[in-house]
């Protein structure tokens, strides 16, 4: 998806979306769902792991090694910066996320992730 690898160079240069999954093993679609459930997980109360884990069904291991590819916290709270400077960007995250239409993607996330894993 385009428009996480133009946010994602803003945040590392070294980071797309492609490269992300070849490193991890994992599909783009996965890396892709990661990345978002990272991104709200950052702007929810609580561990920004724990959260995307349990929003998106993927492993805290596989999560953090990703949150660390992309900068860490650090790099989250940047990616986060820039979904909202990106109004577009930030509908788009959410319609990709929103499969239900419902105004709430977290509860996507967890039916998108077990889809991709079962």
Known sequence: MSMFDSILG???????????????GIDPTQAETAIAALAAGHQAKGDTI????????????????????????????????????HPDALGQVTRFLDKDGDGNPLNDLTGFAKGLLG
């Open 10 to 24: 803003q945040v590392s240069s070294a980071v797309d979306v492609k490269n992300l999954a070849a490193k991890f």
């Open 50 to 85: 724990e959260t995307a884990a349990a929003n998106s069904g993927l492993e805290p291991g596989l999560l953090s090694q990703i949150a660390e590819q992309i900068g860490g916290e650090g790099g989250l709270t940047q990616f986060a910066s820039l979904l909202g400077q």
